[in-house]
C-alpha cells in the first residue's frame, strides 16, 4: 500500500497560479496510475487529471485543459499539478490518487489510494 499527502493548496486570486504536490511514501510509485480529483461544497468529487503507468500518458478534464498540467518525478515519488489561469469556480478541496498498474481513470472508485486533500480557493 501507499500513502499520500497532498501539499501546495492556497487562496490565490483570479487569474494566478498554483503549484500542487502528492508524495508517496509507498514503494513501486512507478507502477500507480496517478490522478487529481477535486471536491467543492456540496458538489461531488470530480476528476481533474491523470498521468497513465502506461506510457505516461496524461488525461485532463475539459474544464481544466490548458490551464492544468499534471505531471510526476518518479525517482521521487511525486506528483505534481501546476495550475495556471484559475477561476474561481476551480475552488475545492484538492486530492490525489493511485491506482496500481493503472491506465488513468476519471472514476473515484477506480483508486485504491488517495491524499487528506489540499485546499484550494480562488477568489475573484
Known amino acids: 500500500q501507499v500513502q499520500l499527502v497532498e501539499s501546495g493548496g492556497g487562496l490565490v486570486q483570479a487569474g494566478g497560479s498554483l503549484r500542487l504536490s502528492c508524495i508517496a511514501s509507498g514503494r513501486r510509485f512507478s507502477r500507480y496510475a496517478m490522478g487529481w480529483f477535486r471536491q467543492a461544497p456540496g458538489k461531488e468529487r470530480e476528476f481533474v487529471a491523470a498521468v497513465y503507468w502506461i506510457g505516461g500518458g496524461t488525461y485532463y478534464s475539459d474544464s481544466v485543459k490548458g490551464r492544468f498540467t499534471i505531471s510526476r518525478d518518479n525517482a521521487k515519488n511525486t506528483v505534481y499539478l501546476q495550475m495556471n489561469s484559475l477561476k474561481p469556480e476551480d475552488t475545492a478541496v484538492y486530492y490525489c490518487?493511485?491506482?496500481?498498474?493503472?491506465?488513468?481513470?476519471?472514476?473515484?472508485?477506480?483508486?485504491?489510494?488517495w491524499g487528506q486533500g489540499t485546499q484550494v480557493t480562488v477568489s475573484s
Open positions: 490518487a493511485a491506482d496500481w498498474e493503472g491506465a488513468g481513470s476519471s472514476r473515484s472508485s477506480d483508486y485504491e489510494y
